[in-house]
């Protein structure tokens, strides 16, 4: 099996990117977003702490989204590949999915981050907030603390992925075809 990483900061289209490349390549889409709302849906202990950070827009503990990634990957061993989006975000997190990667004999393929100016991000929230059912989409504050967060703590993971793993670096600005075609032909 396969990994690829798609990071970016917060409203780069990570999350739309990936949905394309699974249809692409066949590899599970494993939203790092996505599995903590399945958490939080299901009243599950995970959840309830996921959902005290998240809420704050905060990041939440390694230690928590180790363990639910060791899951979540156990559960697609099988499979051709996954996309992971936004997994790993801290240094930390890298680390732990090296390890896990190395131990389970899996290869990363690549990273792909997705480079969007900070003044762009902003116009994309307040699009996905118009659009999007997630009450965490609708507070301007919430858009604000992400990105923050994400220079605080995934910028120093993104230099330290560039330095240790496969990595490429994709304009995000464009129509979502440019971007995808751009991803496509740094993946070959």
């Not at 959840?47 to 998240?54: C, L």
């Not at 936004?86 to 792909?112: A, F, H, M, N």
């Not at 330095?163 to 464009?174: A, R």
Request: proline share 3%; with cysteine; aromatic share 6%.
């Amino acid at each position: 099996m396969k990994i690829l990483i798609i990071t970016g900061p917060p409203y780069s289209g990570k999350g739309t990117q990936c949905r394309i490349l699974k249809e692409k390549f066949g590899y599970n889409h494993i939203s790092t977003g996505d599995q903590c709302r399945i958490e939080k849906e299901n009243n599950t202990v995970i959840g309830k702490i996921m959902s005290e950070y998240e809420e704050k827009g905060d990041l939440v503990p390694d230690a928590i989204i180790k363990d639910l990634f060791e899951k979540i990957i156990d559960k697609n061993l099988k499979g051709e590949g996954i996309i992971l989006d936004g997994y790993p975000r801290t240094i930390s997190q890298v680390k732990d999915l090296i390890k896990l990667v190395t131990l389970k004999e899996l290869k990363i393929k690549k990273v792909v981050h997705i480079n969007v100016p900070h003044n762009e991000l902003l116009v994309r929230a307040q699009k996905r907030a118009e659009t999007s059912n997630r009450i965490d989409d609708k507070d301007v504050r919430i858009h604000k603390k992400r990105i923050e967060v994400y220079e605080q703590f995934t910028q120093p993971a993104i230099e330290f992925m560039k330095s240790n793993l496969n990595f490429i670096e994709v304009d995000g600005l464009g129509k979502i075809e440019e971007i995808t075609e751009k991803i496509i032909q740094n993946l070959k």
